[in-house]
């Protein structure tokens, strides 16, 4: 029997102090990507992540936070990542649309005295389009929470202009990811918060998309802004116009491969067989899953055939 000498005992138990006393992995990575203007991105690595991005922006009278996180906790992070840059109140809080990873710390700000606000429809679907895609996943905890999510008490059809003093945000609703998507624009700062309306070197959810209008919005983004723009992702990490363009190849890529596969009568499980190895062959050197890989195409197709099921548009 080998024994363990008591220099490597002395070594190991040295190493495992050193590791229990490491603070755990924040949920997201700070980014400055303009003055007074930041990227909260989320930290995959984190014991608890933050499961998307989001962002804040500091102006001469208060502060505007744009999507607030899949977990309260994480949210009181951003909170307190604020409240060491600024004394100034969080005024606003943006959502860019309504899925849960976006919008579950919006209680936290909201009883901090900030107003929510968002897309009409995200008002009609964050509670009863949320507990619908979690759907197997729905633990009483998951529901209790989702159902306390503070909704926005603010809401535009395509356009709000928010001002903190003489810093202007401008917020325009585009179509694509879910029907209620938002993008927030920072002239001054030259950064856009683009929400899921941008995934960088990452392959999308697709399950409220349509793909034919998000590739129209995503040539009506990159022609707004003036060259040297900042994006910021929903999910992913900050990027360019050579970005949003790459992900826009994503999109018509998927879209032409499932046009020429249902053109040669490939149906379901085939369909989507057929494409998975020529989406990996070009897009590989993203985080890249087979099975998010599969869902695209099939709900890609869902689309193309009109019966893919996406949230209705509320009306007033």
């Not at 901090?112 to 968002?118: F, I, M």
Request: hydrophobic share 40%; net charge negative.
């Amino acid at each position: 029997m080998h024994r363990i000498s008591r220099p490597l005992i002395v070594t190991l138990c040295a190493v495992w102090a050193s590791c229990a006393q490491q603070p755990p992995e924040p949920p997201f990575t700070l980014k400055q990507v303009g003055p007074n203007a930041w990227a909260a991105i989320d930290n995959p690595k984190a014991t608890s992540p933050a499961a998307a991005n989001a962002g804040f922006v500091i102006g001469d009278d208060g502060v505007v936070v744009i999507d607030t996180f899949f977990s309260e906790d994480a949210a009181k992070q951003l909170l307190a990542a604020i409240q060491e840059r600024s004394k100034l109140p969080v005024k606003y809080v943006i959502n860019t649309h309504y899925h849960i990873d976006h919008v579950a710390g919006n209680t936290l700000f909201a009883n901090q005295g900030a107003t929510v606000l968002a897309q009409r429809n995200v008002r009609a679907w964050i509670h009863t389009e949320n507990l619908r895609l979690l759907g197997d996943h729905l633990t009483p905890e998951l529901k209790t929470q989702t159902e306390s999510i503070a909704a926005p008490t603010v809401d535009y059809e395509d356009a709000s202009h928010l001002y903190l003093g003489s810093r202007a945000i401008d917020v325009r609703s585009f179509p694509g990811h879910t029907g209620g998507d938002s993008i927030v624009v920072v002239p001054d700062a030259k950064v856009a918060f683009l929400g899921d309306l941008f995934w960088r070197n990452l392959l999308p959810t697709l399950i409220d998309a349509s793909t034919k209008p998000w590739v129209e919005t995503l040539d009506a983004i990159a022609a707004m802004n003036e060259p040297g723009y900042t994006f910021v992702p929903g999910h992913g990490d900050i990027g360019d116009v050579k970005d949003v363009a790459a992900f826009r190849n994503y999109l018509t890529t998927l879209r032409t491969l499932v046009s020429e596969a249902r053109a040669q009568g490939k149906v379901g499980d085939a369909l989507a067989e057929s494409i998975v190895p020529r989406l990996k062959e070009k897009f590989g050197q993203w985080e890249f899953a087979g099975p998010v890989a599969r869902n695209n195409i099939l709900e890609t197709d869902a689309e193309m055939s009109g019966t893919k099921r996406i949230p209705s548009m509320s009306s007033r």
